[in-house]
């Protein structure tokens, strides 16, 4: 087999965040070194990654399979969010917001399927698909996700934590 020298940059970058993730100090500066090295290997513009917000558990004495209101739901949030192309004070507004876990949401399905998904416009998905992207974080940073890379992030048991997501190529709505 021939190795390129991209090839041998990414197994370099592939050993350096081998070597800085037993390096961490902490769990945050740990997520802010995955998601910096993800996106240098991609040429990301931005990206994210999304933890999974554990709901309280149900009272004893209240029946488990009443459905609870959606703020007593797992849900999806920002732990780590970084961008080229936005102010950094966004990054900490960005860090407050909740994503509900539904089945027709892009967040929420990749949550509950844990599936790579690689798309190429999330504005131009196709109507069959059982998901729809939510165009309101774009809308509110003036900014336009278009080619969406997500990883799932899972534990040794293959229980689901969250996931990765870049953002690839991206368009101002603003001048």
């Not at 961490?24 to 990654?49: E, F, N, P, T, V």
């Not at 196709?126 to 799932?152: E, H, M, N, T, W």
């Amino acid at each position: 087999m021939e190795y390129t020298s991209r090839d041998g940059q990414v197994l370099k970058e592939v050993f350096g965040i081998a070597s800085a993730i037993g390096s961490a100090s902490d769990l945050g500066s740990l997520l802010h070194l995955i998601l910096q090295k993800a996106r240098g290997l991609c040429i990301a513009d931005a990206g994210s990654i999304f933890l999974v917000e554990k709901a309280k558990p149900a009272p004893f004495w209240q029946d488990a399979s009443v459905v609870r209101d959606a703020h007593e739901q797992d849900r999806l949030w920002f732990a780590v969010s970084q961008n080229e192309s936005l102010d950094p004070e966004i990054h900490s507004n960005l860090l407050k917001v909740r994503f509900p876990i539904l089945p027709d949401r892009l967040v929420g399905w990749c949550a509950l399927n844990a599936e790579v998904l690689n798309l190429p416009d999330v504005y131009q998905l196709d109507a069959s698909l059982p998901y729809k992207f939510d165009k309101s974080i774009d809308q509110q940073l003036g900014y336009r996700a278009v080619s969406l890379l997500k990883v799932p992030i899972c534990l040794a048991s293959g229980e689901f934590v969250g996931f990765l997501q870049l953002i690839i190529e991206r368009s101002f709505l603003r001048p």
